[in-house]
């Protein structure tokens, strides 16, 4: 986890991990890092971007490129960014994950986290009903608060 990835490394590896759907731009992981407690972790491959603010942490996305998964990366990535959220005082973590997304939630899982709320047809399906948001989160028992 020492190659930090760029915006745009960002942007191609988010673009093919969530295809159909609309990729965010380089330009917007720019603007996200840029603000307060934002921070990536991973690389090219695979990586995740979390916000750590106020004693928590939340996942604002992380993609493993198609070409790169099922090898332990994002389980690789998910504790770095959990670690790092630690460091900086979070003594929680928490993130929103779409119900038919069987992949992301036993990778969660895997890490710890469990579903503390839903948010009934969060998600749009085109020609299907809409998909709850699953929201999971866990606690960081190591957290220590650095700020006074
Ligand atoms: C979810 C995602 C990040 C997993 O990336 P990955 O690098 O392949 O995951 P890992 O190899 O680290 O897998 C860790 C664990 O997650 C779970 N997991 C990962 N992919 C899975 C799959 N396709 N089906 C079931 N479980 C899966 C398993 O428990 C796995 O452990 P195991 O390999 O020992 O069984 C990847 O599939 C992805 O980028 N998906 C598209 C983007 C996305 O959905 N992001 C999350 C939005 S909330």
New binding site residues.
């Given amino acids: 986890m020492t190659n930090a990835p760029t915006p745009e490394a960002m942007a191609a590896?988010?673009a093919a991990?969530?295809a159909p759907s609309r990729p965010w731009r380089a330009e917007e992981f720019s603007d996200l890092l840029a603000t307060p407690g934002c921070f990536a972790t991973g690389d090219a491959a695979?990586f995740a971007l979390v916000r750590a603010i106020a004693g928590e942490a939340e996942?604002l996305?992380?993609?493993?490129?198609?070409e790169?998964?099922?090898?332990?990366?994002?389980?690789?990535?998910?504790g770095a960014w959990l670690a790092e959220a630690m460091s900086r005082g979070a003594s929680r973590a928490f993130?929103?994950?779409?119900a038919d997304?069987?992949?992301?939630?036993?990778?969660?899982?895997?890490m710890g986290f469990a579903e503390t709320g839903r948010r009934p047809g969060y998600y749009p399906r085109p020609g299907r009903p809409a998909v709850d948001a699953v929201i999971m989160s866990c606690a960081l028992p190591q957290g220590q608060r650095t700020e006074t």
Avoid: W
């Fill in positions: 590896t988010h991990a969530f695979c996942l996305t992380i993609a493993t490129h198609p790169h998964r099922r090898q332990g990366r994002a389980r690789a990535c998910m993130l929103e994950v779409a997304n069987p992949a992301a939630r036993a990778l969660y899982r895997a």
